[in-house]
């Protein structure tokens, strides 16, 4: 199975190729929204719950 590092990994070397701005945005938010989910997963695995707090709303507004 491929975990979201490797992802990660695979979308950066994608965006060091030659591609066009729309594309290059396009990687980097799917790169960033998988950052955000890696946190979520790591927060809640390893501390307290950020169900209320400011990182959980500005996930949810990445995600909307």
């Known amino acids: 199975m491929i975990t979201s590092r490797q ?3 695979i979308i ?4 060091t190729k030659d ?6 945005v396009v990687l ?4 960033d929204k998988i950052e955000i989910l890696e946190e979520i997963d790591y927060v809640s ?7 209320e707090g400011d990182a959980f709303k500005e996930a949810e507004k990445m995600f909307k």
């Open 45 to 51: 695995q390893y501390k307290q719950p950020v169900f």
């Open 28 to 31: 980097s938010r799917v790169k």
């Open 7 to 9: 992802v990660v990994k």
């Open 19 to 24: 591609l066009n701005d729309e594309a290059r």
């Open 12 to 15: 950066n070397e994608e965006l």
